[in-house]
Nanobody, 131 residues
């Protein structure tokens, strides 16, 4: 079982940046995929939206189209940490951001990036973007 702990959320003005971190502990494998999802205000868990994913071993990445060019996912295997650099933030990016893990490989995740295939989740970190 993988344990995930997010940090780095906060309040930022529109156009600003934040970098989220996800500390990963427990047993991980090179083909595991780590991802970031968001849950907008008033939405249920089943409505969590995929933003970005990275393969734990190779570091390959996949993004939702609407965050490409603004968000960058990365990982530091030595520190067992996954990051999400978010630039040009807008009020519609306001959400709780969750780190998630699955033993499904990245390319399978990319074909259908749904929360249902992720088995481990962090507690979330709030990101609020003011206009």
């Amino acid at each position: 079982q993988v344990q995930l702990v997010e940090s780095g959320g906060g309040l930022v003005q529109a156009g600003g940046s934040l970098k989220l971190s996800c500390a990963v502990s427990g047993r991980t494998f090179s083909r595991d995929t780590l991802a970031w999802f968001r849950q907008a205000p008033g939405k249920e868990r089943e409505e969590r939206t995929f933003d970005a994913a990275i393969s734990w071993g190779a570091g390959n990445t996949h993004y939702r189209d609407s965050v490409k060019g603004r968000f960058t996912i990365s990982r530091d295997n030595a520190k067992n940490t996954v990051f999400l650099q978010m630039n040009s933030l807008q009020p519609e990016d306001t959400a709780v951001y969750y780190c998630a893990s699955t033993n499904t490989d990245l390319w399978a995740v990319a074909r259908a990036p749904t929360w249902r295939i992720f088995t481990s989740w962090g507690q979330g970190t709030q990101v609020t973007v003011s206009s």
